[in-house]
């Protein structure tokens, strides 16, 4: 089992960034595709990016395409998302997953982290 940690949400201006991070606590990292999914009040949870076991391979939702990058440093355990030119429909919390397939599908992910809320003001 993996557990995954979360950080790095907050308050941020539009326009802004923030960088969150998934820890997670198995030395098995590299064998797990990681996926970044948030959700916003009152709304389902929705595909934000993913990432290969290598990191060699991403993939992005269109509404993040070219704002977020996915990364991840299987020697630290840990993935990143890096955000830039935040916009208030950004706002949500953001949780990371672990799983055998890189894809946009949640249910092919085993685990998950208990999430980080990011907020953007207008």
């Known amino acids: 089992q993996v557990q995954l940690v979360e950080s790095g949400g907050g308050l941020v201006q539009a326009g802004g960034s923030l960088r969150l991070s998934c820890a997670a606590s198995?030395?098995?990292?590299?064998?797990?595709?990681m996926g970044w999914f948030r959700q916003a009040p009152g709304k389902e949870r929705e595909f934000v990016a993913c990432?290969?076991?290598?990191?060699?391979?991403?993939l992005y939702a269109d509404s993040v395409k070219g704002r977020f990058t996915i990364s991840r440093d299987n020697a630290k355990n840990t993935m990143y998302l890096q955000m830039n030119s935040l916009k208030p429909e950004d706002t949500a919390t953001y949780y990371c997953?672990?799983?055998?397939?890189?894809?946009?599908?949640?249910?092919?992910?085993?685990?998950w982290g208990q999430g980080t809320q990011v907020i953007v003001s207008s």
């Open positions: 198995r030395r098995t990292f590299g064998s797990y595709a």
């Open positions: 990432i290969t076991r290598s990191g060699g391979s991403t």
């Open positions: 997953a672990a799983g055998p397939q890189t894809t946009s599908r949640p249910t092919s992910y085993n685990y």
